[in-house]
Nanobody, 114 residues
C-alpha cells in the first residue's frame, strides 16, 4: 500500500507563499493526483489535480494563485501557493483524484495570518 507524506506547511502572512510536497512511498506515475484541504468545521475540498501527463486543473477559488506539479521519477507531487489569503488556512492533503484512493496521510497545516 502506498503511503503519502505531506510537508511544507507553516505559518505565513497574507500575500506570502508556500510550497507543499507530497512524497509517495510507491509508484504513482499512472495516477491522477490531487491536493485537497480541510479547514476547521468544514468538509475536505479539492484544490487542484494533475494527470500523469502533467495536465492540471484547479478549483475556482484558486484563481491563478496555485500551481500543481509532479515529478514522476521521484513519486512526488507539489503545490506552489502564492498570494495566500487567510481563507486558505487549512490542513492540506494529497491523494489520488479517483478511486480507489490511497490511505490518507497526516496532512500539512497551512496557517495564513498576520
Amino acid at each position: 500500500q502506498v503511503q503519502l507524506v505531506e510537508s511544507g506547511g507553516g505559518l505565513v502572512q497574507p500575500g506570502g507563499s508556500l510550497r507543499l510536497s507530497c512524497a509517495a512511498s510507491g509508484t504513482i506515475f499512472s495516477r491522477s493526483m490531487a491536493w485537497y484541504r480541510q479547514a476547521p468545521g468544514k468538509e475536505r475540498e479539492l484544490v487542484a489535480h494533475i494527470n500523469s501527463g502533467g495536465y492540471s486543473n484547479y478549483a475556482d477559488f484558486v484563481n491563478g494563485r496555485f500551481t500543481i506539479s509532479r515529478d514522476n521519477a521521484e513519486n512526488t507531487v507539489y503545490l506552489q501557493m502564492n498570494s495566500l489569503k487567510p481563507e486558505d488556512t487549512a490542513v492540506y492533503y494529497c491523494n489520488s483524484l479517483n478511486w480507489p484512493k490511497f490511505s490518507w496521510g497526516q496532512g500539512t497545516q497551512v496557517t495564513v495570518s498576520s
